[in-house]
Structures are given as structure tokens and as C-alpha cells.
């Protein structure tokens, strides 16, 4: 076949060709995802994240992937558990099964064991191999279909079990007692219970300790929300939770995504759906413009990015080759450039008429930069740098310069050490998280300033013997390995 992602030659194969190219790249990829986990696991068990100066085998994929460090966890987790269902994994590999399958599988998997841990291991492997079964005939949805339904039933039967239990303790309780004013022998407790719970463990599972189990429609550990971001810059929502959160949502959604009639009497024209979007921006606009210091909110903060050149007058920006309209022509400056100053914190670039929307209710920090992009140095202040300082340094790190973690997960390190005389000021402040702040103090890596004016992350000689700079996380243009 001619070469993978050659767009240009594909329009040459036969019709055979090209299902059968598919067909087979499929297959390929199914087995390649089988022999990365089962590589991820080699490397998790033998530890080689200590070797090369990583705290975690997570935070080694993630950063040398650039995936988030929740994906890197989920993959390490998933090649753990698959080493424990050959199973799962042949089928896999054999292209049995698409990738997407054990990702459900496994998710499945957890889910149920949550809903009751009490299952015994003959149990567990029938129910996994009930999945396997699903996703052999069926979509990844159809397997997550079954695996709740499984959940259901198996916190049903412990529950049913904890209930037994009960009763049969009563009723021996019961029996004891009354051989007790007979005058008879009376057998030990701990031998019939151990009996019982035996005979159990054989069948379903033990029998739940303390409390009575949760029923899985009430059970918050098996909630689940997830918001991810699509390729055309909207974000889908997935959830499953509990009677009691959903009944919140219910209580507070309800009046506010009820019909609206329009001004002339009309009917409201939305649909249930968008009143229930519409409903969930209202509740989240009435928590962020609440009082912070009652509800733990605060107002939206809205940067806005001015040029120096924007600000010279025609005379001025002619001497400096040329207006800024020009230079942003030349420079490509657009929603897709690391450049564009209109951005919000988790979901990235937005159009310039939507900041302008968004600055009519907001707290505005504006901000002048240079011609790099840069923050003008904001002044000098205490050991810890200030909201604006901290505000000018997300501006342009955007992320950790090291590992891409979000903003509101960092903290303004010192390039050149407080103790070792440097400045707070935002040419000595560069954004990383916890996790390499440490690596910074314990592990050898180093951050600089190049002659852009932005941080550059240098690792240790025991990751690159060569210690090359590296650009900072959001200005990096490698692939991912």
C-alpha cells in the first residue's frame, strides 16, 4: 500500500484498496494500542519513572505525550488492570474489539466494583467476561449500557445479602436465647458465620460490613461529570449521578428553564433542551457574581490585551516599520495563533466580538504588552507576587511552562531564587505547578529567560545530557511520541 497519510496518492487505489487499507489499519491500530499497554505496564511495574527523574509513571507519559495528566493516569490504569484479563487483552489484540471497548470494559469494571466491593473473584470474572461478550457484537455505548445495568443489580443483591444477613443473625440471636433458658449447648457464632460468609463468596459476593449498602441509584461514589472540549471549540457534558444530585439539578434548574412567553404573548419557540442550557448559564452567572466572600465566588476577570504599537501615534508606528495592522497581517495573528490576546482560561481562544461582549460585565484588567507579546514589567513589590502580577504572568505563560497544567493550578516561581536576590517582578516570575516546582528544587531542572522575554524550561543532564532549552509548554511546536 503506498505510504500511511499520503492524501495525494490515495484518489490512485482501486475501491478494494481502500476498504481493505481501512480495514486493515484498523486491526493495526487495535494492536498496537494492546502492545502499548502492555508496554506501559512493563514500565509501570519496573519503575523506570524513578529512573528518568519523573515523580510518577503518570507525570513521565504525560509530560513526553502532552496528553492531560487525568489521560496519562487512565491509560497507566487501564495496562495495570489488563495485565490481571488476558482476555480482554487477546481480544484486543486480535482485533476482536476496538480500543474503545476496553476503555468501557474497564470503566464498566470499576463501576461495578464500586457499587459493591464485596464480589467475589468467580463473580467478577463472569461479569467481565459478560462485557467482553457485549463488545464483541456491539458499540462501546452499548457495553457502558450493560455495566450499569450490572451495577444495579449487583448493589441490589448486596444489599439483599446485607438484609439476609440481618435476619439470619435475629433469627440465631433468637434461637441462642431460647437454648440458653433450656439449659442447652449453645454453638460458637464465629462457625456459622464463617460458614455463611463462605458460602457467599462462592455465590455473589461477602456480605457488606456496617452499614447497609447504598442502592446503586443513591450511591454518590459512582457519580460521574465530564466536560470535554471538541475540536471545533464547543464542549460536550457527560454525567451520571445520584437521585440526590440530580435532584438539586432538578430543584434549581426547573424554575428557571420553565417556558418564558415573548413580549407580544407568543410561545416560548425553544426547545426542552435549550431551556435546560439556557437555565444551568443563568445558575452559573448568579454564583460567579455573588459575594465571594459568602458563596466562595467571584466576578469574571476579562484581560484585555492592548499593543504597544496600537497605542503610538502613525508617526511613531511608521518608524517602527510599519502600523499594527500591517504587523498582524505579517504575522498571522488570528484566534489560532499562541498570540491572540482574547482567550479564556480553560477553553482557549474566543472571537474578538465575544470578549467585547463578555467586557460589558466583567472586571477588566488591561494590560499593555510589547512586541513579544510580553507584559511591561508591572513594578517591583513583597516576597510574593501580586493579582496583577500574577494576572500579566498568565497572560503570557498561559499554562506550567513545564508540564501544561492550568493556570489555576500554578504558582509564580522565582527564576532567580528569592533567597539568591531575585526580584518579584514579572520578568522573574515564570507559572509551574506543585509537581514541578519540586523538580525544580529537587531534580536538577532549571527555567531561563530567553531573548523573547519568554521562559524556557532547561532539563537536567540525566534527562538530556545536552540540557537543551526547551520553549515553554504553549510555545512548544513538536509532535507528540
Known amino acids: 500500500m503506498h505510504k500511511l497519510g499520503d492524501f495525494r496518492s490515495a484518489d490512485t487505489l482501486s475501491d478494494q484498496e481502500i476498504v481493505s487499507g481501512i480495514s486493515d489499519i484498523t486491526h493495526a491500530e487495535n494492536n498496537f494500542a494492546a502492545q502499548k499497554y502492555a508496554l506501559l505496564a512493563e514500565f509501570s511495574r519496573r519503575g523506570l519513572n524513578v529512573t528518568l527523574k519523573y515523580s510518577t509513571p503518570t507525570r513521565w507519559l504525560a509530560s513526553g505525550t502532552r496528553v492531560a495528566d ?45 457499587a459493591d466491593p464485596t464480589l467475589g473473584s468467580t463473580r467478577i470474572a463472569d461479569i467481565v467476561d459478560d462485557l467482553l461478550g457485549v463488545a464483541f457484537d456491539a458499540t462501546g455505548a452499548k457495553v457502558q449500557k450493560r455495566a450499569h445495568e450490572l451495577a444495579h443489580a449487583v448493589a441490589h443483591d448486596a444489599r439483599a445479602r446485607y438484609d439476609e444477613a440481618q435476619r439470619e443473625r435475629q433469627r440465631r440471636e433468637d ?18 458465620e464463617d460458614q455463611h460468609e463462605e458460602k457467599a463468596e462462592d455465590c455473589n459476593g461477602g456480605v457488606p460490613e456496617g452499614p447497609p449498602p447504598l442502592p446503586a441509584s443513591e450511591n454518590p461514589a459512582l457519580n460521574r461529570f465530564d466536560l470535554y472540549l471538541q475540536s471545533d471549540g464547543r464542549t460536550s457534558l457527560r454525567g451520571d449521578v445520584d437521585k440526590i444530585l440530580a435532584e438539586k439539578l432538578r430543584a434549581v434548574l426547573s424554575p428557571l428553564s420553565k417556558p418564558q412567553p415573548e413580549p407580544d404573548a407568543t410561545l416560548d419557540t425553544r426547545s426542552p433542551s435549550n431551556r435546560q442550557a439556557d437555565a444551568l448559564s443563568e445558575l452559573l452567572d448568579t454564583h460567579l457574581t455573588g459575594n465571594a466572600s459568602e458563596q466562595g465566588a467571584s466576578r469574571p476577570q476579562v484581560n484585555v490585551t492592548v499593543n504597544l504599537r496600537d497605542l503610538l501615534t502613525p508617526e511613531a508606528q511608521a518608524k517602527m516599520g510599519g502600523n499594527a ?3 498582524s497581517a505579517e504575522t498571522g495573528t488570528g484566534t489560532d495563533s499562541p498570540d491572540w490576546p482574547f482567550r479564556l482560561g480553560w477553553t482557549g481562544p474566543i472571537s474578538k466580538n465575544l470578549a467585547q461582549l463578555l467586557s460589558c460585565d466583567a472586571d477588566l484588567t488591561p494590560i499593555i504588552i510589547d512586541h513579544n507579546g510580553i507584559p511591561l514589567a508591572m513594578g517591583r513589590t513583597v516576597r510574593l507576587g501580586t493579582t496583577a502580577q500574577r494576572t500579566a504572568v498568565i497572560l503570557r505563560d498561559r499554562c506550567c511552562v513545564m508540564c501544561g ?31 514541578c516546582h519540586r523538580a525544580i528544587h529537587n531534580d536538577g531542572w532549571e527555567i531561563a529567560f530567553g531573548d523573547d522575554g519568554h521562559p524556557v524550561v532547561i532539563p537536567p543532564v540525566t534527562v538530556d545530557p545536552h540540557r537543551t532549552p526547551r520553549p515553554s509548554y504553549h510555545r512548544r511546536r513538536k509532535p507528540a511520541v
Open 70 to 114: 487525568g489521560n496519562a493516569a487512565r491509560q497507566f490504569d487501564t495496562a495495570n488492570w489488563l495485565t490481571h484479563w488476558p482476555a480482554v487483552s487477546k481480544a484486543l489484540t486480535d482485533g476482536d474489539i476496538h480500543v474503545a471497548h476496553v476503555r468501557e470494559i474497564y470503566d464498566g469494571y470499576t463501576h461495578i466494583r464500586t
Open 325 to 327: 495592522a500591517a504587523v
Open 175 to 192: 434461637e441462642r436465647r431460647e437454648q440458653e433458658k433450656l439449659g442447652d449447648t449453645v454453638e460458637p457464632e464465629d462457625k456459622y
Open 405 to 435: 497544567r492550568p493556570a489555576d493550578w500554578c504558582l509564580l516561581h522565582h527564576v532567580v531564587f528569592w533567597r539568591n536576590g531575585g526580584p518579584t517582578d514579572v520578568t522573574n516570575l515564570a507559572l509551574v505547578c506543585s509537581e
